[in-house]
């Protein structure tokens, strides 16, 4: 699976890079398997994001999203994230990132990516940016979003097993595991890899951080079902992590969504206030306890 995962998003970068204009890559896109079509996107607009930062570049990514891209918003800003992983950081002000909540999405693409292949440095020497250069405006909550990738990454790093992860994850300092956890459950339900019992080990393992993972696994479900690619494991996966359908749980990251103008909190963006409502709404419903 997780090779299949790594094909995927590199056939969705091939069919950027080789495309005249975005929509003639999302007709090649829109032939792959639903289960992967998520990470063909991602591949696709880490493409978009590199070509927008050559000379002369720009507009790509605001063109895919104009189109299917929009149906697929998370996924391809978490793709803008890799680019931003591999551009020197002048260049970063070229990329397009304009939603004020999805934006800290470029961030844990970011952190993926730096988890995946930076592991020793990212992952076991635990590594951390102390003055994170983007957003200029939040830059206090960057290595939050950041963190949400490295998370996302430690279930691929991990190669699904819960117990490997979990043991991964807490290792890391209390003040950083929230973030992680949410992130690995968001993986878990996108990705997939495990079967029921394993993510069942993995909610256990998760302990008081069960309602981050329950967070993750409702965005993991909305990614989904905005594009039109739910699978069984999505169900399997949100009625483990968040006691509930792939439905239900996605329509509570819109029943709480803030408006990213009006909910700012001093430091704290919209993005986590969103967020942190989110994990409440299913601590409150019973079906996710610490």
């Not at 998520?38 to 978009?48: D, N, P, T």
């Not at 397009?96 to 990212?122: E, I, M, N, S």
């Amino acid at each position: 699976m997780l090779e299949k995962v790594g094909e995927m998003f590199l056939t969705g970068y091939a069919y950027a890079m080789e495309a005249r204009t975005p929509a003639e890559a999302e007709e090649r896109l829109e032939q792959l398997p639903t289960r992967f079509k998520g990470f063909a996107y991602e591949g696709a607009g880490m493409a978009f994001a590199l070509l927008d930062a050559l000379p002369f570049g720009g507009g790509k990514v605001k063109d895919f999203l104009a189109g299917r891209g929009d149906a697929h918003n998370y996924i391809v800003y978490v793709g803008v994230g890799w680019a931003m992983a591999r551009l020197p950081r002048f260049l970063w002000s070229r990329l397009w990132a304009p939603d004020p909540l999805l934006r800290w999405l470029v961030l844990d693409g970011y952190g993926f990516h730096q988890a995946y292949f930076k592991t020793q440095k990212y992952v076991h020497e635990q590594y951390v940016d102390p003055a994170f250069p983007w957003p200029a405006d939040a830059r206090s909550y960057a290595n939050n979003a950041i963190d949400q990738g490295i998370g996302r990454a430690m279930w691929f790093i991990g190669g699904t097993d819960p117990v490997l992860v979990a043991s991964m994850l807490d290792k890391f300092p209390e003040s950083r595991r929230a973030d992680m956890y949410a992130g690995a459950g968001l993986a878990a339900t996108y990705a997939g890899g495990g079967d029921e019992a394993e993510l069942v080990e993995f909610r256990e393992r998760a302990g008081v951080y069960r309602t981050q993972v329950a967070q993750g696994s409702a965005f993991a479900a909305e990614c989904r079902i905005r594009a039109g690619l739910v699978i069984p494991h999505t169900g399997i996966a949100t009625q483990v992590f968040c006691g509930t359908t792939p439905e239900a749980a996605a329509r509570v990251t819109h029943e709480v969504r803030p408006d990213p103008q009006q909910a700012e909190s001093g430091d704290l963006p919209a993005y986590e206030i969103w967020r942190q409502r989110i994990a409440s709404e299913f601590a409150t419903l019973g079906g996710v306890t610490p």
